[in-house]
């Protein structure tokens, strides 16, 4: 038998101050508290922390955690720990894909850092034209879509097979299927199913309670409330990289100008006939606005040349000397996810 001091698990919930912790070698959640010393400490326990629990009882299951492992990843809103993959659900129809709103959700995921797929889910609404359809535009993106169908459980496997020992967190628009789809991979998760249209389908989420729910073979997954429009306010000198095809094409040669935004410079790589380049430009103009309007609430000596064309069009030139906007870290791209859960989070708001 495992020594007491040897039991480790992950935290799957928490409520106030108690934190249900899944251990590792048996089937068991231990309904926790922590030490006072971790209190002291200032060292916050989240949904997701691989913890060590001393002091088990195994009649009233219950025991404390004494320690708190280094975290892989950590997002603040959802806060979760040690995600480690992001699945997009969208539908292929009810409601209809839309290229422009599906390349909004995979560059803000793309922008955390963590590993990404795309899932379309309803594909018994459509015919199998547009399914491969579909199939072959995302390739072209530089995703391999799961196509499944929750209502008729189809494709489901290969779905199952990546979720394997991962800690995945679902998102999407409202009304893809995300609950259903929980429902069925755990049966226990019983999320609530939307059945009618508008408002009414946000009530879920006015509680903001994460837990992973235990997949049933091995891996962790969580959910989070659907929302229409994530915001992109990354940084434009980093936003290329969140396209896997602007990606392909810096590795295979390089542009003249470090600080290319790849619209009009010359030589540049990235500008091309590749479908979502028009997305590119789109999404590189809103991070540009909004870059400005933070820059302009801040101190005057801030890293942006402004110039105005004698159009009267503004446009944004990064000073490269300071580093700050050369290059996103972690922390700065979980800030991202954070916002954009942030953004959700006040959409639902809005709309009860
Ligand atoms: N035809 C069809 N309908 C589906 C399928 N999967 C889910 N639905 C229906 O789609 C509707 C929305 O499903 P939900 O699971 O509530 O969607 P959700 O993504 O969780 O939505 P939010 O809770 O708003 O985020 C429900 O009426 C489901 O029955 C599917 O594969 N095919
Ligand atoms: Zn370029």
């Known amino acids: 038998m495992t020594a007491p001091d040897q039991l480790t698990g992950t935290v799957v919930a928490v409520q106030a101050n108690f934190y249900q912790v899944q251990l590792d070698d048996?089937?068991?959640?231990?309904?926790?508290?922590?030490?006072?010393?971790?209190?002291?400490?200032?060292?916050?326990?989240?949904?997701?922390?691989?913890?060590?629990?001393?002091?088990?009882?195994?009649?009233?299951?219950?025991?404390?955690?004494?320690?708190?492992?280094?975290?892989?990843?950590?997002?603040?809103?959802?806060?979760?720990?040690?995600?480690?993959?992001?699945?997009?659900?969208?539908?292929?129809?009810?409601?209809?894909?839309?290229?422009?709103?599906?390349?909004r959700f995979l560059v803000k995921a793309e922008s955390t850092g963590i590993d990404l797929c795309v899932c379309l889910n309803k594909k018994d609404l459509v015919s199998a034209t547009e399914r491969q359809e579909w199939e072959a535009r995302l390739q072209g993106w530089g995703y391999s879509p799961f196509l499944i169908s929750v209502e008729q459980q189809a494709g489901l496997e290969a779905l199952q097979k990546q979720l394997n020992d991962r800690t995945t967190i679902f998102a999407g628009p409202s009304g893809v299927g995300k609950s259903s789809l929980i429902n069925l991979l755990i049966p226990q998760a019983q999320l609530r199913v939307s059945t009618v249209s508008g408002k009414l389908q946000r009530g879920r989420h006015t509680t903001r309670h994460v837990e992973l729910f235990s997949l049933p073979n091995g891996g962790l997954l969580a959910d989070t409330p659907g929302f229409n429009q994530p915001d992109l306010n990354c940084d434009p000198l980093t936003l290329a990289?969140?396209?896997?095809?602007?990606?392909?094409?810096?590795?295979?040669?390089?542009?003249?100008f470090g600080d290319c935004l790849h619209r009009d410079e010359p030589d540049c790589v990235v500008r091309g006939e590749w479908e979502r380049y028009p997305h590119y430009l789109d999404f590189l103009k809103s991070a540009i606005e909004q870059l400005e309007a933070r820059e302009q609430t801040t101190d005057a000596d801030n890293s942006l040349k402004l110039k105005i064309k004698s159009s009267g069009e503004r446009s944004y030139e990064p000073r490269l000397?300071?580093?700050?906007?050369?290059?996103?870290?972690?922390?700065?791209?979980?800030?991202?996810?954070?916002?954009?859960?942030?953004?959700?989070?006040?959409?639902?708001n809005n709309d009860l």
């Open 26 to 103: 048996r089937a068991v959640r231990l309904l926790c508290t922590r030490r006072s010393r971790l209190q002291k400490i200032g060292q916050k326990v989240m949904v997701g922390d691989r913890v060590r629990v001393v002091e088990p009882d195994w009649t009233d299951q219950r025991g404390v955690i004494n320690e708190v492992f280094p975290r892989e990843t950590e997002l603040d809103r959802p806060p979760v720990a040690n995600a480690n993959q992001l699945v997009l659900v969208f539908a292929l129809a009810q409601p209809p894909l839309e290229p422009m709103q599906l390349s």
């Open 241 to 256: 990289t969140y396209f896997p095809e602007a990606r392909e094409r810096l590795k295979q040669g390089s542009c003249r």
């Open 321 to 348: 000397e300071r580093k700050k906007y050369r290059r996103d870290s972690r922390r700065q791209r979980n800030q991202d996810l954070q916002e954009w859960c942030k953004e959700m989070d006040e959409e639902d």
